[in-house]
């Protein structure tokens, strides 16, 4: 399951708890930031408020879920505090042991972080409610991967339907000036591929006294085309030759 979705249904089960023990009033906008450059840093942000726009990021990359948990308990006490009118301007930043009312707002803010402790032990419905969301979507998740899993097989299928041809393979490979190795090549293909060896007709094409074309550089689709295109051509042939004949003892007759 995807790690941004786990974080999204703890932050929902999570806030309205939060708002309740720390008694903030107005609402806060949340922004779940994917900054892998900062994922990198071992000392990068965790988490970010900014009290002007009343919002907050959470950095989640390479993040246990508890962990960007207690990153927002964090700042939704600084939230508490801008609320209170305790966080303004004066405040400022810079070295916490220089700044005397900053280390208490950031020690207080630190405490928040056990919030995530009260919520996992006094309710257990957030958590049921929390576990069934994951589950649910665990499912669709696992459903979506069964289903590209299932179109990949097919296709898999499909390919293997699509059988080659062995003699085009052995035209290219050993010519067909050699019959024996011509045909042994083809049989030693079809044996490859699962292709049945009775449907190879390359020799008995060759053997008929009718097919007189060369086999030199030539493929089975254009053996098998011109060896009929040449039968037809002496059917035809045949037939206005019994034509001819009929008509010229239609002539002798009434002579």
Known sequence: MDNKAV???LLKDFYPFAQKQLGFNKPVRVFLTKDIQNSR????????????EMHLKLFYVNRHPKDVLRSFAHELMHHK??????????????PVDQNENLAKLEEEA???GFLVRQWEEQCPEYKKRLYKGIQILNKAEGESDNLVKLQEKKKKKKKLKIKPN?????????G??????YESCVLNVKDQYGIKKENLQESKMSKNTDFERSLDDTTES???????????????EKLTDKWKTKKES???SND
């Open 7 to 9: 974080i999204t249904e």
């Open 41 to 52: 840093d071992p000392l990068g942000k965790t988490a970010f408020y900014d009290p002007q």
């Open 81 to 94: 505090q801008n609320c209170d009118g305790r966080l303004n301007s004066d405040v400022g930043e810079g």
């Open 110 to 112: 630190n405490k928040a």
């Open 166 to 174: 062995p003699w085009a393979i052995c035209t290219a490979s050993v």
């Open 176 to 181: 067909r000036k050699d019959k024996k190795d």
């Open 222 to 236: 254009d053996t098998i085309k011109d060896h009929y295109s040449k039968r037809a051509e002496r059917v035809f």
């Open 250 to 252: 239609e002539v002798k």
